[in-house]
C-alpha cells in the first residue's frame, strides 16, 4: 500500500487551513534519522570547537574559530533549505546555538582586552574597563534579541543580526593586528552601536550577508572572510565593504523608520479635534 502523509490544505472560500490526507510521492524515498537532522548537526558542531578557548593561550584560536562558527552557521541554514528538512526545532536550536557562541566571543574579546591594557604601564589601562563594560552590553542585547525571535508571534527582519556584529569584531581585531593598532577603542564603539542596531525596531537593507539568499553567494561571503584572513593585503577593503554596508543601512533604516513615524504622528494630530 502506497505510503500516506497528512498535508494542510488552505481553503480559498474561508482562508483557514484545514487537514487533507493524500498520497505521498513514489520517488520521494523516507529519510533516516541522520540525514533529517543534518541541519541540526551542524548547528551543534558550530559551538563545540569553543572549548579551545577556555584553554591556555586559548585567545589565539578566537579569529579561525570565527571563521569555523561563520561557516557552520550558514551550512545548517543552507542544509535546512536544500534538503528540505526545516523545522521549529531546529530553528530554535539555531537562535539557541548563536546565543551561546556569539556571547562566548564577545565576553572573551571583553576579557582579554581588560587584562591586556591592566597589563600595561602606559596607555589607557581603564580602555579595558570600558572595552569589558561595553561587550556585556552587548550580551545583554544579544540576548535579548534572541529570546524576543523564540516568540513566533514577534517581528523578523529587523535590527542587525548577532553573527554581524561577529564578523565587525573578526575585522576590527584582524585589520588592528595587521595595521599594529591597538583594537581596544575600536571594539567598545563596535560593541555600543551593535548594542542598539541589534534591538532597532526596524529593517537595515544594505548588509552584505544580509542580500546573500543563494547558496553560491553565502558561500562567496564564506570565500571572502577567508581570503580576509589569509591575505592580509585585502582585509582593509572587506572590512571597509562590511561597515560601510553596516553604517548604510543603519543610517537609512532608522531614517524610514523616523520618517514613518513621525509622519503617521503628524497625521494623528491633524485627524484629532
Not at 500500500?1 to 487551513?17: I, N
Not at 572549548?51 to 579561525?64: A, D, K, M, R, S
Request: one cysteine or more.
Amino acid at each position: 500500500m502506497p505510503r500516506r502523509k497528512v498535508v494542510w490544505a488552505s481553503s480559498h472560500s474561508e482562508g483557514t487551513p484545514k487537514l487533507s490526507m493524500q498520497d505521498s510521492p513514489k520517488n520521494d524515498p523516507p529519510r533516516n534519522v541522520v540525514v533529517r537532522n543534518l541541519a541540526n548537526i551542524a548547528s551543534i558542531l558550530g559551538v563545540l570547537p569553543l572549548c579551545l578557548l577556555f584553554g591556555e593561550h586559548g585567545y589565539q584560536y578566537l579569529l579561525p574559530l570565527i571563521l569555523y562558527n561563520n561557516v557552520m552557521d550558514d551550512l545548517d541554514g543552507v542544509l535546512a533549505a536544500k534538503l528540505n528538512i526545516r523545522s521549529d526545532l531546529g530553528a530554535l536550536l539555531d537562535n539557541i546555538c548563536d546565543a551561546i557562541v556569539h556571547a562566548v566571543f564577545v565576553m572573551v574579546v571583553g576579557m582579554h582586552y581588560l587584562q591586556e591594557m591592566g597589563a600595561q604601564e602606559a596607555g589607557y589601562p581603564y580602555l579595558g574597563s570600558i572595552c569589558l563594560a561595553s561587550s556585556l552590553v552587548a550580551t545583554v542585547a544579544m540576548i535579548v534579541r534572541v529570546a524576543t525571535r523564540i516568540n513566533p508571534t514577534s517581528a523578523t527582519g529587523t535590527g542587525s543580526p548577532t553573527n554581524e556584529l561577529i564578523r565587525h569584531l573578526f575585522f576590527v581585531l584582524l585589520v588592528t593586528q595587521i595595521a599594529g593598532y591597538n583594537p581596544t577603542p575600536y571594539l567598545i564603539a563596535v560593541f555600543l552601536l551593535h548594542s542598539v542596531s541589534m534591538l532597532a525596531p526596524f529593517k537595515m537593507p544594505y548588509m552584505i550577508r544580509s542580500l546573500t539568499k543563494s547558496a553560491t553567494l553565502i558561500g562567496i561571503v564564506n570565500v571572502v572572510l577567508l581570503v580576509a584572513w589569509l591575505l592580509p593585503s585585502t582585509a582593509p577593503f572587506i572590512a571597509a565593504a562590511f561597515v560601510v554596508t553596516y553604517l548604510a543601512s543603519l543610517a537609512t533604516g532608522g531614517f524610514l523608520w523616523l520618517r514613518e513615524n513621525c509622519s503617521g504622528q503628524a497625521g494623528g494630530l491633524d485627524r484629532s479635534p
